[in-house]
């Protein structure tokens, strides 16, 4: 199953970023530092890559503590690049961005010069929250759901420093599938667009993986971490829901509300702290994505090619097309 979610307001999104990078300085890119290259939108990138960038691994410290600097890492090597991990809701490390958007852009500061900023992320991913704890204010609306914000904000952090807050916007067409999984399990993606069932059986594949542990001990199931980890998925679906009580009549299991207890356990981290891609894995991911996706374009244009000579054959699309 392909995850694609791109609605009318993030087109508007794309929009306002392309006609208001011309007057920035410095862009903060928020990330969810559970899935930080998932969640570093490569259409940002595109409009915003000739500008410094800040890259923020929000919510740190729901993430796995031996990970994040893994992530910090291979941002900070690339270029005109600086990342922070941080948690929004502390005020401390939050007031370091301005210094970290100061080391970006040393030229600008001051009324003469001062500095403007550009704050983006996919959905979700705790810009708002963040936003609101560096101006002291609650300006920006947050909650858990992904598209709260629907209109550019301009926010004043000081009398020379400007903060433009845009809406999440996410990307026209994901080519990484694990990506979009992830992002489905982060709540980065309208509840329209996935299916819940499937989005858990891959979140628990990631989970049994590398956090076994972390599963006996929210779920009881009563199982060593290799017996967790040898389960089939949808196995360990069904004896999450059988737990939970997620039962339907005839003692079968409910498996759509134990999808959902799944995904509410890990957007709400109380399965413990959790990263789902290594930057290695990401890289591995993307590869293939690029690969696949250069094969599907190489066969369409085959196809327009064969068309424009007359072949008069018409072929069924591929999929994703």
């Not at 890259?55 to 005109?80: G, I």
């Not at 858990?200 to 993986?209: C, D, H, M, V, Y």
Request: aromatic share 4%; hydrophobic share 40%; proline share 6%.
């Amino acid at each position: 199953m392909a995850i694609q979610w791109f609605p009318g307001h993030m087109h508007l999104t794309k929009k306002a970023i392309a006609e208001r990078i011309k007057d920035i300085d410095v862009v903060i890119e928020v990330l969810d530092a559970r899935l930080p290259g998932s969640t570093s939108n490569p259409l940002l990138a595109e409009l915003t890559g000739h500008k410094p960038t800040l890259k923020v691994l929000n919510k740190q410290d729901v993430a796995d503590p031996a990970r994040t600097p893994l992530w910090v890492d291979w941002y900070n090597a690339q270029s005109e690049t600086r990342a922070v991990p941080l948690d929004a809701s502390d005020p401390a490390p939050a007031r370091k961005l301005i210094d970290a958007c100061h080391l970006l852009a040393p030229g600008r500061g001051g009324m003469a010069k001062p500095m403007r900023v550009l704050i983006c992320g996919v959905p979700n991913v705790g810009k708002s929250t963040l936003i609101n704890t560096l101006s002291n204010k609650r300006q920006a609306k947050t909650g858990d759901e992904a598209g709260i914000t629907k209109i550019e904000q301009r926010i004043t952090l000081a009398d020379d420093f400007y903060l433009w807050d845009t809406p999440g916007m996410l990307w026209p067409r994901i080519i990484v599938p694990e990506s979009g999984y992830n992002l489905a399990a982060s709540g980065a993606v309208g509840r329209n667009a996935y299916d819940e069932e499937l989005v858990a059986l891959e979140l628990l594949r990631r989970l049994q993986t590398h956090y076994a542990p972390l599963l006996e001990a929210r779920y009881k199931l009563g199982l060593s971490a290799d017996a967790i980890a040898a389960l089939q998925d949808d196995e360990l679906l069904e004896a999450i829901g059988r737990k939970r009580g997620a039962m339907m009549g005839g003692g079968r299991v409910n498996l759509q509300k134990a999808a959902e207890i799944v995904l509410t356990d890990f957007r709400t981290a109380i399965l413990g702290r959790v990263t789902l891609e290594t930057p290695q894995e990401f890289e591995a991911w993307r590869a293939a994505g690029l690969a696949q996706d250069a094969q599907r374009q190489a066969k369409k244009d085959a196809r327009a090619k064969a068309k424009g000579k007359g072949s008069g054959r018409r072929e069924a699309p591929e999929p994703g097309e």
